[in-house]
């Protein structure tokens, strides 16, 4: 089997070092060649310059490509999938925006052209969430998810409770180690989190999933006050995807949250994600790993074994369920305000930061504009 690599980065790079060396037990069966590299470009590398290429058609036009692992994620992703899944190839990939947005049109080409389009990297990191997601939710009627499905934040704002720094230092220090891009507004914003408890609601609940209807609210406006008065309410401060099946459809959120510091949730820390669902059949599961870096490579592998393995996944989302956003969320909320804020609202004040009574996402959203930050109470 001949496969082209699409980026080089840090999960490029272990990739392409993972097949190379062979070690994992399923190149004892299998042989597998990377053939093409596609990079921006050829300089020092440090690989052999006769795989490199900078013209995607090299690979395209390529009968003998088998697999295109796809790791840039750029703007031209979207295109160069659907392109690889129309020659016939089959297509992993790590790009959870790519997945959340087009999964339903990519997926369609790759069944006409009988390949595979396998994306266990686009959540989770090393974990691998999606494939039992995938194998569990047609027999268990899975009705919740919630988890930490981003290490930057979470880096983020574990570093803030236990080193009692301000935000801006624990972003430089997430930056530093590689946990943050010069630019995190991705992360620190929710977006990645929206892409990924897309992916999974859309896998869970059988439908497809409008992003534009997923609540969102960032991190940016935390600073250390907020993570003190949290800490001495007993809570620690967790960055919250979740996700719950309901008689109208689907609340989706994603938002800062109070945990106790019981929680399981609320004990997972720096780089490291959570992830746990609830169904009718299985209870409650959860898994647990590092959800970014180089682990991720070990996800992408793991696809690769199953193209090999001549694994059939022929899931496409067949309902269209209401997102409602956080509409019909009702709960406690730990408030930062302003000068204007409704103050019959606050079940306790502590200056600046209050308690506010039993509230449905609706009234929050109204009083937004009075509020430099929240975390929701989860008790």
């Known amino acids: 089997m001949n496969v082209a690599l699409l980026g080089l980065g840090n999960v490029g790079r272990a990739v392409f070092d993972i097949l190379s060396k062979k070690e994992a037990d399923i190149f004892k069966n299998y042989e597998v060649n990377v053939k093409y590299v596609l990079v921006r470009n050829v300089e020092n590398k440090g690989i052999d310059k006769s795989l490199l290429t900078t013209n995607f058609e090299d690979i395209l036009l390529d009968e003998s490509i088998d697999v295109v692992i796809e ?12 392109r690889a899944l129309l020659a016939s190839k089959h297509v992993i990939t790590a790009n ?28 989770g990191g090393g974990i691998p969430i999606v494939h039992t997601m995938l194998n569990s939710a047609p027999f268990n009627h ?4 919630e988890g930490i499905l981003n ?34 507004t991705a992360d620190l914003e929710g977006l990645d989190m929206v892409r990924k408890i897309a992916i999974l609601s859309m896998i869970a609940y059988n439908s497809q999933i409008d992003l534009n209807n997923i609540y969102h609210y960032g ?27 309901g008689e109208s459809g689907i609340d989706i959120t994603v938002e800062p949250v109070a945990l106790r510091k019981s929680d399981l949730l609320a004990n997972v820390d720096y780089e490291y994600n959570l992830i746990r669902y609830h169904g009718e059949g299985c209870a409650t599961q959860m898994m647990y790993g590092k959800g970014a870096g180089p682990t991720t490579a070990n996800s992408i592998v793991f696809d690769l074994g199953l193209v090999l393995s001549d694994y059939r996944q022929k899931f496409m989302p067949a309902l269209s369920l209401e997102s409602n956003g956080n509409v019909n969320v009702k709960a406690r909320y730990i408030m930062k305000i302003n000068d204007d804020f409704d103050m019959s609202i606050v079940e306790k004040s502590l200056g600046k930061m209050v308690i506010s009574k039993e509230i449905t996402g609706d009234k929050l959203n109204e009083i937004s504009s009075t509020i430099s930050f929240y975390a929701r109470i989860i008790d």
């Open 96 to 123: 959870k925006e790519v997945i959340a947005n087009h999964y339903v049109e990519l997926q369609e080409i790759a069944m006409k052209n009988k390949v595979k389009l396998l994306f266990e990297a686009s959540v």
């Open 151 to 184: 290490g930057t934040t979470n880096f983020i704002l574990t570093s803030m409770h236990k080193e009692k720094i301000s935000f801006e230092e624990a972003l430089k220090l997430a930056q530093i180690k590689g946990f943050a891009e010069a630019d995190p």
């Open 71 to 82: 790791m840039m994620g750029a703007l031209v992703s979207y295109d160069y999938m659907k």
């Open 219 to 245: 991190i940016s406006n935390v600073d250390k006050e907020i993570v003190e008065v949290i800490d001495l309410l007993d809570y620690k401060l967790k960055f919250i995807a979740s996700s719950s099946l």
């Open 142 to 145: 899975i009705t919740k998810i």
